[in-house]
């Protein structure tokens, strides 16, 4: 089915139909069954899509998103393979890893799985103390929300806590922006005033599993506020936009625009808030969407449906990443200060042939099996039920 130049209550449907039954083969390409692990990228070729590299990283955030699968879509993804085989090589191998990142996303799938051996990941990820050291927002959100999600059995309350603080103490309350880092990381130099979409998302997501686990009143205020925040910035057309101020909570550099930001990591941050506290960004996340199906700076949608994958990114046509460093350098010596006429000098019309694995992971994620998506009728609202 082609979804250029239409929109309707039931494209919505047929749009996550079409991005999951995508993910699902998109994975399964970049599955590398010899060495247990998930590509680096799945690479435009000529006419062929090559696997590249190996991720840890990004295999361990594909177990998250099996763990709510059924079994039959597990094992076509992992050619026969089972989620918790995948995921005790990963486990095994923490005792030496000094990434929060991949120690935080192995605990996480490890409890979401019922793996026999999560609290291998869990004291791994305790030695790391997520609450006390220097962490980018990003990771100390995935450690947080590995800390309180799954059954509860191997749950780390006690170091929950300080990392919500540590995390709480990032938000930018003028803003409502996250920094870059934690509060004790200290970034310095031309970028130590900007943010990354990422750093909306993650938060908000930790802090509505941190509420529904604990209760906390102030994470679920600061998860809302966030949200509010990164949905006035969304663009015109859809677009989640790529870099902001810190301190002023403007946009700072608009591209790459992120096909994952549009149909998996936006509507994942935002349904576990609307879950939380019942706060409704639905109509941002259709217009995500809507975005991702038909980019008014291409010609053509990013879910490539010959091909059978969802391409990465829409950028800028220009050396490699001149016009962020510029926008930070330029904002940097004057909040409001911006390059004039970037979009004349550097179209954002180029397209990224590639696609990772994290993207079609967070894509089931977002929109879990089983679950219907369906648009009130009233209000015309996207839900999840």
């Known amino acids: 089915m082609s979804y ?15 991005l999951r ?11 590398c069954l010899d060495r247990g692990l998930f590509a680096f990228t799945l690479r435009k070729r000529g006419r062929e899509e090559v696997p590249e590299g190996a991720s840890r990283r ?23 393979h089972s989620p918790e085989d995948v995921c005790t090589p990963l486990l095994e191998e923490l005792d030496d890893a000094k990434d929060l990142g991949e120690v935080a996303l192995t605990a996480w799938a490890a409890r979401a799985l019922g793996h026999s051996k999560a609290s291998m990941a869990m004291q791994a990820l305790r030695r790391m103390e997520p609450g006390r050291r220097p962490y980018p927002t990003v990771e100390l959100s995935w450690a947080l929300t590995a800390m309180v999600i799954g059954d509860g059995g191997t749950a780390d309350i006690d170091q929950a806590l300080p990392t919500a603080r540590a995390l709480l103490a990032g938000f930018h309350a003028d803003s409502g922006i996250f920094r870059h880092g934690s509060a004790q990381s200290r970034i310095r130099g031309l970028r130590a005033h900007v943010s990354c979409f ?48 810190v301190r002023t909570g403007r946009v700072i550099e608009r591209y790459p625009v992120y096909a994952v930001h549009q149909d998996a990591m936006a509507p994942m941050a935002l349904f576990a808030l ?52 510029l926008q930070a350098a330029a904002s940097r010596l004057h909040p409001r200060l911006r390059l004039p006429a970037v979009d004349a000098f550097f179209p954002p019309v180029a397209i990224d042939y590639e696609s990772r694995p ?19 009728e009233e209000s015309s609202r996207l839900a999840i039920v």
């Open 4 to 18: 250029q130049n239409q929109w309707s209550k039931s494209a919505v449907s047929d749009v996550v139909r079409q």
């Open 21 to 31: 039954d995508t993910a699902i083969d998109s994975l399964a390409r970049m599955y």
């Open 58 to 80: 990004y295999t361990a955030t594909v177990l998250i998103a099996l763990a709510g699968e059924d079994p039959q879509i597990a094992a076509e993804v992992l050619g026969g």
């Open 198 to 245: 990422a750093d909306f998302v993650y938060p908000i997501h930790a802090l509505s599993c941190y509420y529904l686990a604990m209760k906390d009143t102030r994470a679920v205020e600061v998860a809302a506020r966030c949200a509010e925040r990164m949905c006035e910035l969304q663009g015109p057309d859809g677009q989640w936009w790529w870099h902001f101020d």
């Open 274 to 325: 609307a879950e939380a506290c019942g706060r409704d960004h639905s109509a941002s996340i259709e217009k995500g969407l809507q975005w991702l199906v038909n980019p008014p700076e291409n010609a053509g949608s990013l879910i490539d449906t010959e091909r059978k994958v969802i391409w990465r990114k829409v950028a800028r046509r220009e050396p490699r990443r001149l016009v962020r460093g």
């Open 358 to 376: 994290y993207h079609m992971a967070w894509i089931l994620h977002a929109w879990p099996a089983g679950h219907a998506v369906r648009i009130h």
